[in-house]
Structure formats: C-alpha cells, structure tokens
C-alpha cells in the first residue's frame, strides 16, 4: 500500500516540480524595494513559546501546524503592534485587550514554569523595533518594559484581524456595550466592528479594487448594506439580514465591506484567522484568489489554516511574482518546545499534518476499495 502511494505522490512531485519557487527568489521578490510591511517577529518564553524567531513574507504568510502551536498567537502579537500605531495605546496594553488573560493580569502571558520568569515580544518593521518585557508577576500593562515605541509609531499601519468567529450578524449594540462595560470578548471583535462600519470612501476606487467588489458580488450574489447598525445583504429578493446568511457569505461579505470602505489599502496588513470556518469549499478559490489580488496590490497578509484546499488554492493560483512563504508549525517529539521551518514552496512545507492526514485518507479509500489485498 505504502508504494503505490509513494509512486502516486512521486508523479505528482515531478509533475509540479518546476512550478516551485527557490527561497532566493522569493527574497529577490519580496525585498526588490523598500517595504514597510512587517519583517520579523521573535518572541521568548511567550505564551505557549519559549523561543521563536520568525522571518516574514511582504506578501502572504500562511500559518500551519496542529493545534496549540501558537498560530493564533502569533497574529495578535503582530495585530497588537500594527493597531497601537492608529490608537496609540501602549504595547502592553494591547497585548493584554487581544489575548484577554484572566484578570487582565499580563504577567499570565509569560509561558508557565515554577519560579520567576521573563517574557518578551519583538516586532521588525522596516528600521523600526517594538520590543515588550514584563515578568510573570505583573498585574498591569505599566509595570511592563518598552522599548521602540516613538520610532514605531511615526507611520500609521492600516490593520485589520478577522477572527474565527464571525461578528457582523452580532454587531447591533455591540460597540457601545463593549465600550461602556466589562464584557468578556477579546478587543478583536470590536475592533473588525469598527473596521465594517467605516463609510465608503469619498474619492473614486481604482480600477482593480473595482473589480475585486464586482468579483465578491458575483459570488454573493447582492451587495452588502448598514441600516441602523444591522447588516444586510441587498439582492433581487430584497434585503436579507446577516443572521439568516449561511456564514461564508457573511465572510465575503466583510471583505467586500473592507475593500469598499478603505480598509485595505496599499501598505495595510490583514490577518485572517481560519477563513475556512463554515465556507463551503467551492468558495475557498474565490476568497484565496482576492487574497492573492490584495497581496499584489500591497496588501501584506496573515493567514492561519487547517484546511488542505486553503493551501491548494493558494499554491494552484499563485503567479510568478507572489509573495507566500508557509510556516510549518510544529512540537519537537524531545523537547516539547515549538519550533517552524519555513518556505515558499508547497511541496517543500514540512511538517504538514494536513497533507499527511489527506494521504492517509487516500490510503484507507484504496485499502477499503481493494477489499483489503494491498498492504
């Protein structure tokens, strides 16, 4: 059983061989000029990391690996130090609004081991440097060490986190309930509120931006409408509330909003936290091809999956001069600790859980299909 589906995946191999992209290139590619899009984030005995040092595309950065292994984690750390540069609130503090520890103590984000303990985080952007310490027994964002911050805050960063968990159906009264009470949501729900609402641009959209919302309305089939902070979806039967839309619409929906508003120009970062969440499959190629069009437009882009066709699309569609890398998250088998190999190349991405639980999967439909005579 094992040789044929080697000599099946040996095929395929030799088949896409020449589609794959050299490391080299893709560095030509993404460092030709000077990009402000982030470049490297390290984080120590952070959260479920004890050590990290991650080099980032300017284009698209695909996050795989099993549970646990800090993917989530890693987007909100760059999230947080993307939005202080609107806000202005200080590192630590958005840190401790997007992972909501308990208390809100910050010192619960130091991985967990007996004793005193530091952790530190540490975002690359260009020539800029925002780095964060504070022990395991701080309680409040002040008692934290910052260094970095004047400099990383001169150039505002457009930034946007879509969540898992889809918000726009919910939105009604949110924003003023959350600004106005202690509600236990982490401050990425209301911030991707904020980021909807936004009114269209006033100036006229370019013509590929144009294209990318007629492509999205094709796909939905209507537009997206804002009525007294409820969403709706405007088609030929009239306007129908987001509470009664399958959920994968509602996602091409926020993005339809998020282009249309401005909220993803050149030079904006998003993060998008597993877009596979209840979209049917047949639609995973259109979300990915408007992530690939926001990354040639200039959009640096953060993408956390466990969805094999996510990662299939991406490598199907993808053009000469994109810009992915994928970062295999993984637990060393002897240490325990997490570490990440990364590359711009599908076939090169190891270790991949979802690829070897799609092999496996072949390998039982063969042996069942076989009646069991194969091995």
């Known amino acids: 059983m094992r040789a044929l589906s080697s000599w099946v995946v040996g095929i395929a191999l030799g088949m896409l061989a020449s589609l794959k992209i050299s490391p080299v290139e893709h560095r030509n590619a993404a460092g030709g000029t000077k990009s402000m899009s982030l470049s490297r984030i390290r984080v120590e005995h952070f959260t479920a990391f004890d050590t990290l040092d991650l080099e980032l595309s300017s284009g698209v950065n695909v996050l795989i690996g099993a549970n646990a292994t800090g993917k989530t984690h890693l987007m909100k750390v760059a999230y947080a130090a993307c939005d202080i540069t609107k806000t202005r609130l200080d590192f630590a503090g958005k840190l401790v609004r997007v992972f909501l520890p308990s208390g809100r103590a910050l010192g619960r984000l130091v991985k967990r081991r007996q004793g005193n303990s530091r952790g530190s985080v540490e975002i690359f952007r260009g020539e800029h440097r925002l780095r964060v310490s504070f022990s395991n027994h701080a309680t409040v964002p002040r008692s934290a060490t910052i260094t970095g911050a004047k400099s990383w805050g001169t150039e505002p960063i457009e930034c946007v986190y ?129 992530l690939l069009e926001l990354q040639r437009l200039g959009v640096q882009a953060f993408l956390a999956t466990h969805d094999y066709v996510i990662l299939k699309e991406l490598d199907l569609r993808r053009r000469e001069n994109d810009r992915i890398l994928f970062h295999a998250l993984y637990r060393d088998e002897s240490s325990g600790e997490i570490g990440c190999h990364s590359t711009p190349a599908f076939l090169d991405i190891h270790p991949n859980a979802i690829v070897e639980t799609f092999a496996d999967l072949y390998d039982r439909e063969v042996r069942r299909s076989l009646g069991g005579m194969i091995r």
């Open 162 to 290: 879509i969540p898992v968990k889809e918000m726009l159906s919910n939105a009604p009264g949110f924003r003023s309930l959350y600004a106005q009470r202690e509600v236990h949501f982490e401050e990425i729900y209301a911030d991707i509120l904020d980021r909807a609402y936004r009114p269209a641009l006033r100036d006229p959209m370019d013509g590929r931006r144009r294209q990318l919302l007629r492509n999205i309305q094709r796909a939905m089939e209507g537009k997206i409408v804002v009525k007294e902070e409820e969403f709706f979806l405007r088609n030929q039967q009239g306007n129908l509330e987001f509470s009664l839309l399958a959920e994968g619409m509602r996602k091409l929906g926020l993005l339809w909003l998020l282009i249309r508003n401005g909220s993803l120009p050149g030079g904006s970062i998003l993060f998008w936290d597993e877009p596979e969440t209840n979209l049917n499959p047949k639609q995973s190629g259109v979300l990915i091809e408007i």
